[in-house]
């Protein structure tokens, strides 16, 4: 399973991006996927999830700015970032809860993407 994450950028304060990330591969399911950023000095946090559902929950920080979605046939999630602030400047790390058809007995696992950069300026 591999997770793909594209649209970080620079950005003034303000402003707003998108990011993008498709899962590929073996995959039977996938229970959610989610958003996670780690700042330069700071431990990596959660953003945002979506469940399969659509179930969402945000990060406090980020509720009202940010908006997560989904589109389950594929297999790829969005976050919308508006009205950006310095404070979200990270590498933002996309998730997915995996169901591998080829090792269903070990259950829904955690894939990580491999982290797409976001700067903002002031």
């Known amino acids: 399973v591999q997770l793909q994450a594209s649209g970080g950028g620079l950005v003034q304060a303000g402003g707003c991006l998108g990011l993008s990330c498709a899962a590929s591969g073996s995959i039977f399911s996938i229970n959610n996927m989610g958003w996670y950023r780690q700042a330069p000095g700071s431990q990596r946090e959660l953003v945002a999830k979506?469940?399969?559902?659509?179930?969402?929950n945000y990060a406090d920080s980020v509720k009202g700015r940010l908006s997560i979605s989904g589109d389950n046939a594929k297999n790829t999630v969005y976050l919308q970032m508006n009205s950006l602030k310095p404070e979200d400047t990270a590498v933002y790390y996309c998730t997915a809860e995996v169901l591998d058809r080829w090792d269903a007995r070990s259950g829904y696992r955690d894939f990580w993407g491999q982290g797409t950069e976001v700067t903002v300026s002031s």
């Open positions: 979506i469940t399969r559902e659509g179930t969402r």
